[in-house]
């Protein structure tokens, strides 16, 4: 059971000791002012302060603003002489909880005390559920650089500001969506989604519908039932735009309005809508270069990167290969089913040493590699050098005929697609590059189908 402690603040000492006896069974402290409440002392801060408007010296309705910054947390009943309609909405604008109106009746105040201390109960568990969501979804991010912990310190800080947009940048595979996703999951915005949205993935005639969703019958071909777009999937929660960077000059243009007013008008509508999102963005291009071949817009630059935050290939934090490549280690022995305990002294080194131009990802890649062809305990050399593992065939078989019966064309052609990611995966040795141009796709192109078609 919680606990709580409530403060009584009021010159008449008889509604002090009323309150005290009756509420006995939580810890009721009693002030004859504001000043004394808010004086230090022995006292535990309180979780519900009910108010006496008539105070001597500071009036409770002045005293509000200053206690709610001493106890943030705390809930306030206001005690008003008579119903005075001004005082009680200036109280309550203030960010009073309640009121109650003397002469008080005991019986009523234990009503408007008992919902107050329920919503405060609420708040707890609210704020634990936060807390075993958290242990279960925070992304594990790795790393023991000064780099990556003053991005850590960072994110833990942005977290308590969950409107400021974060604007991440850095190369390719450093983990800027995992940021995204630590940011997300730290914030208040956690009770909303995180809408991930590739924006090198999405057509740019897509983008606008895809992004703001659109009315029925906005134009032809449009769902009978209009579409949700994805800003407003995200509402109350995290909106993440991954490759930002690609996105049209006329996209860029909505985007910004957007931002300027937490408003956008869908496709074939009159009327805005209104959503509450962090926008978190990420890219791995240099958008000041863009912004001076005029492919970058400056004021969108500007409201995205209210908060910035650079994360540094792996080959400028050389420390950190050690401990990711033992967090993958186990990662993928307990993936495959394999023990792997350690890694040869000889293998580190090789690892210490390589360029590493798909980052983490890359590094990944080699240890999910290794572990594959290594039989283990400890990971050496020689699996490190093994081929990588032929993709599957299937690719290669005859497709099946169409007969009256019909067939699944788009899981058929899903199935085929997967087949050559993998492929070109294996291929292209750990590098998304390389796997790219094998297919003949544009590097996000490929990226954002690996991630829908094979998870990451
Ligand atoms: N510090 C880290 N600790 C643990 N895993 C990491 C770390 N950094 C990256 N990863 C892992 O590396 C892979 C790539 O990370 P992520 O997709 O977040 O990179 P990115 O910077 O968003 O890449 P891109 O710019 O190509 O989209 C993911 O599997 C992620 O979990």
Redesign the pocket.
Known sequence: MISFCIYVVDDEEFIRDAVELNLGRYAVFGFASAEAAMAPGPTPPPDLVLLDVGLPGLSGVEALAPMRRLWPRALFIMITAYEDVDTVVTAMKGGAYDYVVKPLHMDSLKNNIENALETLRLRKEVSLLHQRYLEENL?????RSRA?QAVMDFVGKIAASPDAPVLIC??????????AGAIHYKSPNFRGRLVTVNCAAIPAELIESELFGYEPGAFSGARAGGKRGLIEEADGGTLFL??VGDLSLEAQAKLLRFLDGGEFIKVGSARPTKVRARVVS?T?RDLAAMIDQGQFRRDLYYRLAVTRVD?PSLMERPE?IEP?AR??LVAMADKYGKRFLSISPEAMAYLRGRPWEG???EL?AVIERAVIAGDGPELTMESLRAEPPAAPAAAGQALPPLTPAGLDLPALLEGLERDYLQQAEALGGGS?VRAAELLGLNYHTF?YRKKKLLG?
């Open positions: 992304p594990l991010f790795i790393g990556i850095g190369p390719t595979g450093t983990g800027k969506e995992l940021i991954d490759e990420a791995n994360v950190d990711i967090h993958f980052n983490v990802r990944k998304d990226r990451d």
